[in-house]
Structure formats: structure tokens, C-alpha cells
T-cell receptor, first 113, second 113 residues
């Protein structure tokens, strides 16, 4: 089946630093989604990407849909304490399974004050 | 309006017991999804309902798991003869329609002792 690999698995940064994480796939995705999950909560959608090469921003977050359709990047600028959490990339699970999402294993972000 | 709600928030049960997990989707959302999230992993798809019918149950791990949505709103995930390996957070999501943005509930943490 389709798999998404995220790196790094965890990040420890200082407040104010920029963050970059990525997600790669063994197969082509037509949509890339980036979610954030806080402890005890479900994932919340941050950014959705629908077109190869697309660059989309949401406040301090910027995500890009890789030109090969097999990767995506998420950048966070000037990190703040509320950015702490686990970030997941996700995509539709194939043409017959467009409704089900496949998730990466997550990147855990920790911020040192 | 209210988001997706799940009850109970925590469930501890003994190996071999039967459990039911409930999901109340956002009002008016026709699509409902169940995912399972093991510790340190991303959510994994279990089953998708469109209305009352299970449109895709390809993620259910075995016949001990089944889910219902009899009136096209509330859904119940049922696990028979629970095993320690079933311990995980069970997430429910709903969307306005198929292929629309999925909104996740906070999950039910199931612990099988």
C-alpha cells in the first residue's frame, strides 16, 4: 500500500527559529495535506495542496507540493510555543480510496523557551 | 457549532471483553470515518461511511471489528474479544461529503489489560 515517510521524526528548537520538515512517498499523490495534532486532540488541518509545484501559505506556515508529486514540505517561520505538537502529512489513499487518508508517522516539534 | 465528539474519552477493558466506541459527527455531515492511532504513529484508516452504508471497510483489521451508522448520523465502532494489541486511540472524523475536508474528534483512548 501507499506509505508516507516524514523527516525528521522529532525536532528540538529554540523559540523564534524557523522549522522545516518534509514528507516523501513511494507513489504519486494528487493532494497533499498537512495536519497538526496537540496532546489529547485529533489532527487539525493546516494546509491543503492540490497542484504539483503549488506553494501555499497560512500565516507563518508555508507548504509546497513537490513537482514530482512524491513529496511535500512544510515550513514554519519564527516558531512560538503554541507550535509545539506533532505534524502529519497525509494524502488520499488511491483513486478508489480517495475518501480515506494515508498519514505519515509524524514529526514531533519541541520548542525550548 | 459543535465539532465531532467521541465517547468515552478513555476506556480501560480486560482482554477478551467487548467494547463500543461512539462518534457524534458534525451536524449535516454525510461522511464519517474511523481511524486508529497507535502510540508514535499516524492515524490508520479503518472504515468510511457515506450515509448509513459502509462504503469502504478495507481498513478493519479482522472480523472482531465492525461499525454501524444506522441513521446516518451517530456511529458506533464495536470490538469483540479485545486483545492487548487493540490498545490505541480511536479517532472519528466527519466531512460534509465525500472528498471534502475531514474534521477529527478528540479520540477515544482504549487500553486493553
Amino acid at each position: 500500500g501507499q506509505q508516507l515517510n516524514q523527516s525528521p521524526q522529532s525536532m528540538f528548537i529554540q523559540e523564534g527559529e524557523d522549522v522545516s520538515m518534509n514528507c516523501t512517498s513511494s507513489s504519486i499523490f494528487n493532494t497533499w495535506l498537512w495536519y497538526k495534532q496537540d496532546p489529547g486532540e485529533g489532527p487539525v488541518l493546516l494546509i491543503a495542496l492540490y497542484k504539483a509545484g503549488e506553494l501555499t501559505s497560512n500565516g507563518r506556515l508555508t507548504a509546497q507540493f513537490g513537482i514530482t508529486r512524491k513529496d511535500s514540505f512544510l515550513n514554519i517561520s519564527a516558531s512560538i510555543p503554541s507550535d509545539v505538537g506533532i505534524y502529519f502529512c497525509a494524502g488520499p489513499g488511491g483513486p478508489q480510496g480517495a475518501q480515506k487518508l494515508v498519514f505519515g508517522q509524524g514529526t514531533r516539534l519541541t520548542i525550548n523557551p | 457549532g459543535a465539532g465531532v465528539s467521541q465517547t468515552p474519552s478513555n476506556k480501560v477493558t480486560e482482554k477478551g471483553k467487548y467494547v463500543e466506541l461512539r462518534c457524534d459527527p458534525i451536524s449535516g455531515h454525510t461522511a464519517l470515518y474511523w481511524y486508529r492511532q497507535s502510540l508514535g504513529q499516524g492515524p490508520e484508516f479503518l472504515i468510511y461511511f457515506q450515509g448509513t452504508g459502509a462504503a469502504d471497510d478495507s481498513g478493519l483489521p479482522n472480523d472482531r471489528f465492525f461499525a454501524v451508522r444506522p441513521e446516518g448520523s451517530v456511529s458506533t465502532l464495536k470490538i469483540q474479544r479485545t486483545e492487548r494489541g487493540d490498545s490505541a486511540v480511536y479517532l472519528c472524523a466527519s466531512s460534509l461529503g465525500p472528498r471534502e475536508q475531514q474534521y477529527f474528534g478528540p479520540g477515544t483512548r482504549l487500553t486493553v489489560t
